[in-house]
């Protein structure tokens, strides 16, 4: 936990804190400007953020509550698409200048400046400020507590125990922003592990400060995972996927690595991997890079042996960029490596700017050949338009019922006007197998007593006939394509199913037993 900073003069240090708020400011407005401006609908897991700020909780089927209360705060005076978003280059912005100043305690104001600056331009940081997700709020959180981490050296006695019970608190929000903060405890087990000086720093008194904070914070979001069955830890065990039977892929693993040299920025990545490995081997680490390795190294180990056994997330590895790009800022500036360091900064700002064009301008994107990537956040609109227009058209239906989490968030979101109606028709999931796989179906699932006339949407085209098999009997199809660009578009059959009444489930795998 040593400061590795070289002394700089007080102007050129207040000059430096000038600048990178400066450039967080500026690139903040273009970032709010983006999601203002941009066509894009909310991706349906933004619609599923929003949907759950309808209702505060402490806790939520798959993600703790950070991004719902975030939600909430911003759509005070309207749910728009834009204020929907609003938090998400904020609490970027709160995370630049959390680089800058953790990078400065460690390496000094120079270091800080550029660190500051090349995060900004991490294309991985670019999706997180315009789409809200659960990785902003906890990138914003873990940045500050490891900030005020390795400030505890720094301060003896009752300040220890209070800047203790901060970093305690600030890794408390970020559990409740995502699970994946997890990641900073183990970073701390292994620099107590490995730093003689860090074990000295962590009297009992800062001990007690920093787990009593962590459990306050933590405790209801605790209390409501027990008293919903774990919900949570079960969607996170679904989602590493270990139960399958072959648990070895290394072609997903290599393809894994290669989304990091993407997210994280290919020249950034590159020096990360390859500068923690030569420096370990000449162990030639300074205190501070230990530091930060402690930190970054396990996120980006951790998911890549994940994606070897099942499935990884390029984004699974976020809890690792602040230690990761002050690193790697550090290193090349202390080996004089400026050019690459320019490129880097050059590369990312180039892939910044192109990003940024094609959130404003769909179309560019379309041109670009990179439409592709956008798929997600278009045609929503038009699908639950023509749901709720038959639902209005035809007023014996009695619920509204769909296959697909993804298009229940959506229409959630976009028929919020029609559902606001008192004489409209709930929306509800149908549920495939025997028990949810998800937060639509624990709260919403189609139940026979939702009516005996039920409105139902398929997206999922494997899934059609499963869910007609549900309903007596089936009747009044009709087919909505919905086109996303020149290429690719997105078909749903709406029909009417009447005599609800499930078919069995089998008992091992809570699949419909096809007939």
């Not at 900030?147 to 800047?163: H, N």
């Not at 065990?237 to 648990?247: E, K, Q, T």
């Amino acid at each position: 936990m040593s400061n590795a900073a070289s002394p700089m003069p007080a102007d050129a240090a207040m000059s430096a804190w000038r600048m990178a708020l400066w450039i967080t400011v500026a690139l903040t407005a273009v970032r709010l400007a983006a999601i203002f401006i941009t066509p894009l609908e909310l991706y349906p897991d933004e619609a599923q953020y929003w949907l759950w700020s309808r209702t505060l909780d402490f806790g939520y089927f798959s993600k703790p509550p950070m991004v719902a209360w975030a939600i909430w705060a911003t759509t005070l005076g309207s749910d728009a698409e834009p204020f929907v978003r609003l938090s998400a280059p904020l609490f970027q912005a709160a995370t630049a200048l959390g680089v800058f100043v953790l990078a400065r305690r460690l390496y000094g104001s120079e270091v800080a400046l550029a660190a500051c600056a090349l995060y900004h331009l991490m294309p991985g940081v670019q999706l997180s400020s315009a789409v809200v997700a659960t990785d902003a709020p906890l990138l914003a959180a873990l940045t500050w507590a490891l900030a005020t981490y390795v400030y505890l050296p720094q301060t003896e006695g009752r300040r220890r125990w209070v800047a203790a019970g901060c970093a305690g608190g600030l890794l408390g929000l970020a559990f409740l922003s995502k699970y994946a903060a997890i990641y900073a405890l183990i970073g701390v087990g292994l620099h107590l592990l490995v730093s003689r000086e860090a074990r000295r720093v962590w009297t009992p008194g800062a001990i007690a400060a920093a787990v009593g904070a962590l459990a306050v914070v933590m405790a209801p979001n605790l209390i409501w995972n027990a008293r919903h069955g774990f919900s949570t830890v079960q969607h996170t065990a679904a989602n590493a996927n270990w139960s399958a039977g072959d648990l070895f892929h290394p072609v997903a693993m290599l393809d894994f690595l290669g989304s990091q040299f993407g997210v994280f920025g290919p020249i950034p990545f590159a020096v990360l991997v390859f500068g923690a490995a030569l420096l370990a081997w000449r162990r030639r680490l300074a205190g501070a890079d230990l530091t930060l390795l402690c930190f970054a190294l396990p996120p980006f180990l951790i998911v890549t042996f994940q994606a070897l056994l099942s499935r990884a997330n390029a984004n699974w590895t976020a809890a690792g960029y602040v230690a990761g790009v002050i690193l790697v800022t550090a290193w090349l500036l202390r080996w004089r490596a400026r050019g690459w360091f320019i490129a880097a900064l050059a590369t990312q700002g180039l892939l910044a700017a192109a990003f940024l064009a094609f959130v404003i301008s769909p179309d560019l994107a379309e041109r670009a050949g990179m439409a592709n990537g956008f798929k997600r956040a278009k045609g929503w609109s038009q699908m639950t338009e023509a749901l709720t227009d038959r639902a209005m058209h035809d007023l014996r239906v009695s619920a509204l019922a769909v296959d697909d989490r993804f298009m229940f968030n959506a229409a959630a979101y976009y028929g919020r006007d029609y559902f606001a109606r008192p004489d409209a028709a709930p929306l509800r999931m149908w549920v495939r197998t025997a028990h949810p796989q998800n937060q639509a179906e624990a709260e919403a699932p189609l139940t026979a007593a939702d009516g005996e006339r039920i409105l139902a949407l398929s997206l999922e085209p494997d899934f059609t006939a499963e869910m007609k098999a549900d309903f007596a009997t089936v009747g009044d199809r009709e087919f909505v394509n919905v086109w996303l660009d020149g290429e690719r578009s997105r078909r749903a059959e709406i029909f009417v199913g009447e005599g609800f009444a499930p078919q069995p489930r089998d008992p091992v795998t809570g699949l419909p037993i096809r007939p």
